[in-house]
């Protein structure tokens, strides 16, 4: 996070807590952030460079608010949050069922004109507005071990997913589980860095109302996700993303040419939906799709088949799984078996611990490609690269940076995978991108894609240790996952 983004979220920050000893809960503040944030961002639109037709209403608009004090502020800020709720497409759903919550008329005022009003925050780049919302839910998250942050994929990793996936500006970009938004808006940010100058007017339209679809069970979550895409410049109608629905409860019916996701982290799955008061309640029953290989109540190998339930034909799929989809057995050999043979499975890219704010994450990202039915498996080989072994990271002290993926960038080659060579050799057992062929692969016990071969050099070498806040957050991340994996197995038993 840069310096300038740091000293923002502290100032916004510091504003959370004199709102939390009015009662405000930390993701409330954020979600009245997000409104107002929304509104200047709006308003700043409408001026120069960029000299948008106004998109919300003048009379609704910010400058609205600068011009009132004291309960007249207060009343009329509730009335543009319910107003803004009754208006149709991505704009209506942005202030669905939205509350003014912060009932002292000064601190409004103090948001607005010393928080919100003294930036201009559509001259900054897209990062620094996702470095304080991220800043922001990761301090609430720490606050409230059940906050938002801990379902955040680190950005450094988003854009190099992206930068190997190229979409092109005639791809249609999907994320089941999509939070903020954070995957779209990096393909639709790629697209017109990459292709801006070259489009024409219909793939303009269609980066404006095709181009991103997604699914977003929690509603706060959902809205954050749709301002940001409105403000990027797709305006659809309907809305492309769904608030509130729980995606692995059907087929959508919709094909996709890329899907890019990070789903929720937690094996147990049940059915979610949200009740009138936006809250998430959970029945027993698990899913039962035709369209999935196996029946099971492991959430992550359901997201799985889900995903590739919605590529078209030659679609591409990046997504990040944790280790147990690697090697589980049961219904995880099953699946395994069946995307080796009826995808090409390419690419699997092992992640460092310590990226995620959930704790006791192991995670890799899983690359493949939809294909015909054939007799034959589609899996020739499976490139995997370890940024795992020997590297540590923490979110304060060492985060994860884009060039610390560069390698991995360089070695897929994403403009012809058919000259990839690897790094790993007997001469450099150190190399970190190796290939397994489909008769390895098929042979290893339960299909077991969890492979690794580099040594670990701290086993070896007491001098080779990590720092120790590093070592030790590694040591609490083993310990957190072994009780995730205890409970699961307790609640099981229970059952």
Aim: with cysteine; net charge negative; glycine share 6%.
């Amino acid at each position: 996070m840069s310096t300038a983004s740091t000293q923002i979220v502290n100032k916004a920050w510091n504003f959370a807590h004199v709102l939390r000893d009015d009662g405000l809960s930390y993701m409330a503040y954020t979600e009245q952030i997000t409104f107002l944030l929304f509104l200047k961002m709006a308003d700043e639109q409408t001026r120069p460079p960029w000299k948008r037709k106004p998109i919300v209403p003048p009379e609704l608009g910010w400058q609205s608010l600068l011009e009132r004090d004291g309960d007249e502020l207060e009343v009329h800020y509730r009335h543009i949050l319910e107003e803004l709720g009754r208006k149709p497409g991505m704009l209506g759903e942005i202030f669905k069922k939205s509350r003014q919550e912060i009932q002292n008329p000064a601190t409004l005022k103090r948001l607005i004109v010393d928080l919100i009003d003294a930036e201009n925050w559509m001259s900054m780049e897209a990062d620094v507005k996702g470095d304080i919302y991220e800043g922001l839910l990761a301090r609430s998250a720490a606050e409230s071990p059940k906050g938002a942050g801990q379902y955040f994929t680190p950005r450094e990793l988003i854009k190099a997913i992206v930068d190997v996936m190229q979409p092109g500006p005639d791809d249609t970009v999907c994320d089941p589980a999509c939070g903020t938004g954070g995957f779209l808006l990096s393909a639709l940010e790629y697209v017109i860095r990459e292709h801006g100058r070259d489009l024409d007017r219909d793939q303009k339209k269609h980066l404006r109302d095709q181009f991103a679809r997604g699914w977003e069970l929690v509603p706060a979550t959902a809205r954050l996700c749709i301002m940001n895409l409105y403000l990027h410049g797709i305006d659809a109608d309907p809305c492309p993303i769904s608030s509130g629905v729980d995606a692995l409860a059907s087929d959508p019916g919709e094909r996709f040419s890329i899907v890019l996701t990070n789903p929720p982290f937690g094996k147990k799955s049940s059915i979610s939906i949200v009740n009138e008061e936006g809250e998430l309640e959970k029945d027993d029953y698990s899913y039962e799709r035709q369209d999935f290989w196996t029946t099971t109540k492991n959430k992550q190998l359901n997201f799985l088949q889900h995903v590739k339930t919605l590529l078209k034909r030659n679609g591409r799929c990046a997504i990040v799984v944790p280790d147990n989809v690697l090697f589980e057995g049961g219904a995880g050999e099953t699946v395994r078996r069946s995307l080796l043979k009826a995808f090409d499975v390419h690419t699997l890219l092992r992640l460092p611990t310590g990226i995620f704010y959930a704790q006791g994450v192991k995670a890799n990202v899983l690359f493949f490609d939809a294909k015909p039915a054939s007799d034959t498996p589609w899996t020739r080989k499976l490139w995997v690269y370890d940024l795992r072994t020997n590297m540590h990271f923490t979110l304060k002290t060492k985060p994860l940076k884009r060039s610390d993926l560069d390698e991995f960038v360089k070695c897929f080659k994403p403009e012809n995978r058919s000259r990839r060579r690897q790094t790993w050799s007997e001469k450099n057992p150190e190399g970190r991108w190796r290939s397994f062929d489909y008769e390895e692969l098929i042979k290893r016990d339960k299909v077991n894609l969890d492979i690794f071969w580099l040594k670990d050099k701290s086993l070896e070498d007491s001098e080779d240790l990590p720092e120790p806040d590093v070592l030790a957050q590694e040591i609490a991340d083993d310990l957190q996952t072994a009780l995730d994996q205890f409970t699961a197995i307790a609640n099981e038993l229970k059952e």
